[in-house]
Nanobody
């Protein structure tokens, strides 16, 4: 069974940085089989939202509120995706998850992992 394990979260002051990691473990063809990997976040009392996507080949997209501050990357050989978060703001506080969205379906290839908590103090 494939599991996604997110890590790297923590408590940081506004303006600080964190680097999140997501590793896919278990029986898996390899992350290269999934063209698009994505990072999501869910703040207390809010719906999960898309933060960033990264495709094989390295093209990325970001939600407007994180553009210029967050950088997504992936290492298919290590079945891993990363999210470098700089200039963090209090509104970035959330649990962060990774997954592989199924295009045009609203569904995902993997079950959701536990996520990693990011808390930004102002």
């Amino acid at each position: 069974q494939v599991q996604l394990v997110e890590s790297g979260g923590g408590l940081v002051q506004a303006g600080g940085s964190l680097r999140l990691s997501c590793v896919a473990s278990g029986s898996i063809l390899g992350l290269a089989s999934f063209n698009v990997m994505a990072w999501y976040r869910q703040a207390p009392g809010k719906q999960r939202e898309l933060v960033a996507t990264i495709a094989n080949g390295g093209s990325t997209e970001y939600r407007d509120s994180v553009k210029g501050r967050f950088t997504a990357s992936r290492d298919n050989a290590k079945n891993s995706v990363f999210l470098q978060m700089d200039s963090l703001k209090a509104e970035d506080t959330a649990v962060y998850f990774c997954n592989a969205p199924i295009s045009n379906s609203g569904d995902y290839y993997f079950n959701w992992g536990q996520g990693t908590q990011v808390t930004v103090s102002s």
